[in-house]
């Protein structure tokens, strides 16, 4: 069945930095924009950044922008996030979801179907 696994996440000073990974088994990684999204204690789940099943296409929120990079490898079924220069307004639970690469593209929640289950990332003094 479909799977998403989330590692990487963790404590980390402000301007640190961290990569996350999302595994994927179960379904045809390559066929599948993945995304990221985040969750702050009190906040609605946001868009941070997707990438495309083969071309390798990049989309960003504003605020990560220069500082957070989402790759994949399709041979190893795995995206990543890596983020650096750290801000504690980054504190959240990280979670990777999975689209059908042939729909419409979205930066909504609400239009990705498979989710993992989340990694803490927390950056503070």
């Known amino acids: 069945q479909v799977q998403l696994v989330e590692s990487g996440g963790g404590l980390v000073q402000p301007g640190g930095s961290l990569r996350l990974s999302c595994a994927a088994s179960g379904f045809t990684f390559s066929n599948y924009r993945m995304g990221w999204f985040r969750q702050a204690p009190g906040k609605e789940r946001e868009f941070v950044a997707a990438i495309s099943g083969t071309t390798y296409g990049t989309d960003y929120t504003e605020s990560v922008k220069g500082r957070f990079t989402i790759s994949r490898d399709n041979a190893k079924n795995t995206a990543y996030l890596q983020m650096t220069s750290l801000k504690p307004e980054d504190t959240a639970v990280y979670y990777c979801?999975?689209?059908?690469?042939?729909?419409?593209?979205?930066?909504?929640?609400?239009?990705?179907?498979?989710w993992g289950q989340g990694t803490q990332v927390t950056v503070s003094t």
């Open positions: 979801a999975a689209r059908e690469g042939m729909l419409p593209y979205s930066r909504s929640d609400r239009e990705f179907d498979s």
